[in-house]
Nanobody, 123 residues
Framework: QVQLVESGGGLVQPGGSLRLSCTASGRIFSVYAMAWYRQPPGKQRELVASITSAGNTNYADSVKGRFAISRDNAKNTVYLQMNSLKLEDTAVYSC?????????????????WGQGTQVTVSS
């Protein structure tokens, strides 16, 4: 069974920082792109940042210069360092990973989601 488990969310004041982590576990053969999404209250989910297996990154315009995505391939883990947090960054943050999973002779490639972690920016 494949799982993505996030951690690091919480309550922070405007201008503060948080670091989110997401680790993939299970019968994983390869980890391709990994990404962070967020869903603010009453709004649709949006892409925050993504990173390829080679380390190429992409960011939403709203977080450029404030957030940094990184990954540790040995640990199947993706991180999101969030600095200079704003009220509008309040959302449920979820990680997504493009994985090759299964067993020898029966592998599939699929996208998996974590359960989400709440980030609240409030004074």
């Amino acid at each position: 069974q494949v799982q993505l488990v996030e951690s690091g969310g919480g309550l922070v004041q405007p201008g503060g920082s948080l670091r989110l982590s997401c680790t993939a576990s299970g019968r994983i053969f390869s980890v391709y792109a990994m990404a962070w999404y967020r869903q603010p209250p009453g709004k649709q989910r949006e892409l925050v940042a993504s990173i390829t297996s080679a380390g190429n990154t992409n960011y939403a315009d709203s977080v450029k210069g404030r957030f940094a995505i990184s990954r540790d391939n040995a640990k199947n883990t993706v991180y999101l360092q969030m600095n200079s947090l704003k009220l509008e960054d309040t959302a449920v943050y979820s990680c997504n990973a493009d994985l090759l999973v299964g067993r020898i002779g029966a592998v599939i490639r699929n996208g998996y989601w974590g359960q989400g972690t709440q980030v609240t920016v409030s004074s």
